[in-house]
């Protein structure tokens, strides 16, 4: 028998979280926030290939601002990413998933107002950088939230639930850009107004904080250097193939290569890098 004041020492939720932030009747809410988020990211991505030659009529924009509409989310969600797991560390899953998933949602209603295609590129990079936060997250608090014997179902079944997403994203841009036109484009953008608000309410309203796990830094630095230097050999490479701008492609080519000798002398120097060069040994 235990004495009252033992009892009382014994939280209560032990046996709901099984070892986990999440009680066992909040996870459910977890699994459709990620998958909802995840789902942002995937058809918006898909979609886009297919609304590319609507939005350069749409907007008149040159062949080389159509590749930056993709380039620029690309770029920043590629050199971003790292930095955007490490949020989660620093600063709790819950916390920094809500974060990424509002930075997507309100730069997605910017690009689908805007009125030219380098608005729509600057906004587009924005929701790379929400992206970065965003996707890592969206894996790592189903992980966090689940115990390890269900926590591989779940992750299948996000997964498979991504992968749909994904392969219906180009079906359905297409059946949407042939039936309402070319100015439907703005609509695959304001989509995810809704998706994104419902999976912040379901994070805020039906799933408990979680404590951040280590207080390391997020090496902004190394993040800004990663940006430029893989954004300048993007532009350097996109410049070679467009008309009256392959002059720039060999400058840009170049500056890239030094940014990014310069990202790895700096990644060398942190005591806790985005990168951790000693794994390339």
């Not at 997403?165 to 703005?186: Q, Y």
């Not at 309410?201 to 207080?215: G, S």
């Not at 190394?222 to 430029?228: D, Q, S, V």
Request: charged share 10%; hydrophobic share 55%; glycine share 10%.
């Amino acid at each position: 028998m235990h004495s009252p004041s033992e009892a009382a020492a014994v939280p209560l939720t032990s046996p709901a979280t099984n070892g986990t932030f999440c009680p066992q009747s909040r996870r459910r809410f977890v699994l459709i926030a990620a998958i909802l988020a995840s789902a942002l990211g995937f058809i918006d991505g898909s979609i886009l290939a297919i609304a590319t030659p609507a939005i350069r009529v749409n907007l008149g924009a040159s062949l080389a601002e159509a590749q930056w509409i993709s380039n620029a989310y690309a770029l920043t969600l590629s050199a971003l990413i790292l930095a955007g797991g490490a949020a989660g560390d620093r600063f709790g899953l819950r916390r920094a998933f809500v974060t990424g998933i509002a930075l997507f949602i309100v730069a997605s209603l910017a690009c689908a107002l805007a009125p030219n295609a380098l608005v729509l590129i600057a906004f587009r990079a924005v929701q790379g950088i929400g992206a970065a936060i965003m996707v890592p997250g969206s894996l790592a608090i189903i992980a966090k939230a689940y115990p390890k014997k269900e926590r591989g179902r779940a992750i299948g079944i996000w997964a498979a639930a991504s992968a749909l997403t994904t392969a219906l994203g180009p079906v359905v841009g297409g059946f949407v850009l042939s039936a309402f036109g070319d100015g439907i484009w703005r609509a695959i953008f304001a989509i995810n107004l809704p998706l994104g608000l419902i999976s912040i309410y379901l994070l805020l309203a039906k799933v408990p904080a979680d404590a951040p796990t280590e207080k390391r830094s997020l090496d902004l630095g190394g993040a800004a250097l990663a940006t430029l230097a893989f954004g300048a050999l993007a532009y350097g490479l996109t410049s070679m193939s467009a008309t009256g701008e392959g002059h720039m492609a060999g400058p840009s080519i170049a500056a890239g290569v030094v940014l990014l000798a310069v990202f790895i002398a700096f990644e060398l120097r942190q005591r806790e890098p985005m990168i951790d060069l000693n794994l390339f040994r």
